[in-house]
């Protein structure tokens, strides 16, 4: 399976007084990029909610490397780092679109739970999902683009 | 009855490259706003919310006159201007703290709904509600304070 | 000229608890759109500002009037209403990009300040801007779009 | 010297369609008790900047426990855990003020640059902020509050 990495124009709205993209804001460019690296692998998010299952973060680290700017684009690349039946772990790692720069790392936890919060093992729940999760960690899926 | 104005400080992360707030945080703030002005007059929203009734914004619309920015801090005065039972009109009057000079000024209008999105009639659902929303229109609950 | 109207996909963060787009974010998406349109009408705003001028936000209205729910996708037309060569006023219409239906209605107001925020004539300032804005008054620019 | 814990409640748009505050707020409420922190050990943050001192973030990590819920008020306190003269990283306790449970740990690393980004070493450019700062590694300036 190949993906495509997910492209992110920086907002007007998302930029602080020091004239760069807030820090927090990287935070949610992680979660569209997890999102739409989830539909990629054929497990849409808004699908699995309406299926009872949603997966809340366990924890976030976030390293800046140099700040954005208003308009600059960036490539973000996720990677499924771990995964336990209970829990998984998606590295990021955002660079430049224009001049390939690193510009932040990062790393999410999760773990499943069903409508009521309640942590569940997905094999149990969704075997299908089980396994589409079991044959991403640790794969590259962007080896193919040059970006 | 007398209440207090909402006083709020703006935050780092609500400016923008302009070095001021940005515009759609002020949104934010009447919110806030609103929710203390009901708080204060005995009708707290958590509770609303709980009980299986949400209010909505039909509209919104602000009049920036001077930007505010990072660590200043304004005063939000709200007061019901409209209503009919189903919907409510709200009007806010933001001066800055320290000088009285004006900032924004604003309106929001919000109908009464229950926990499906059902529009619904105040007085039937809630008689409480009803009359402390009918008794607050028009009136300037602020009178008392200076600023 | 033609050109194409702005899409935008509802984000999780951008969801509240009452499980719909908050009705701040629509103000953001509003900035969003304008930007897009100022880029399609050949004043990308990046340009605008690194040449000294910016474009604050005087007013804001916004009607609701479906809510937009996590991952629906709504098209944004944006026209250019009035322009007075010190200010303009755009309007902007949101339907889901799906059905067509009607979401939001908007419209806001905006003056030209040079980087000390010195209201500024723009016909005087860059002439080439003052043509443009004129050009686009009243005009709908996406007569041969279907959506 | 004794500090007073920052106190945050949780306000309605910072909830998501989960029903709880979106895990990238909590990132900004760090920002605000660092800046609320720094006020009460004597330097405030907007007169930093004036004198053309920043602290842009490093990095963050946040460990997320247990979700906050509209209107839930928590308590944070900040401990400043390194400081190099170049760099610092404060540590975040994030308790629920009713129960005192816990509910977030976090940690943000920063450095000091001036108005161009040039990273700076503050005992130069102002030994009053390095003296402050030195005296707060490893104190914990809460230990007689209660909460």
Redesign the interface.
């Known amino acids: 399976m190949k993906i495509e990495p997910f492209y992110r124009t920086a ?3 998302e ?6 993209v ?4 990287y ?2 460019w992680l ?2 990029a997890r ?1 739409d690296f989830l539909n990629q692998v054929g497990l ?3 699908e699995m ?1 309406k299926n009872g299952i ?1 997966i ?9 490397k140099y ?1 954005v700017k ?2 600059e684009t960036v490539c973000i690349k996720s990677k499924m780092e771990d995964f336990s039946g209970l829990k998984f772990k998606i590295s990021y790692h955002i660079t430049d679109k224009e001049t390939g720069d690193l510009r932040v790392t990062a790393e999410s936890s999760h773990f499943f739970v069903d409508s009521n ?1 309640k942590p569940i093992r997905i094999k149990n729940v969704n075997p299908h999902i089980y396994d589409v999760f079991n044959g991403l960690v640790g794969v590259d899926l962007y080896t193919d683009f040059k970006k």
Chains 1, 2, 3, 4 share one sequence.
């Not at 807030?22 to 804001?25: D, E, I, L, R, V």
């Open positions: 907002l007007y709205y930029t602080d007084k020091m004239a760069v807030h820090h927090s804001n935070i949610r979660e569209e999102i849409p998010y808004d909610e949603m809340p973060v366990l924890s976030v680290s976030c390293q800046y700040a208003f308009n919060f």
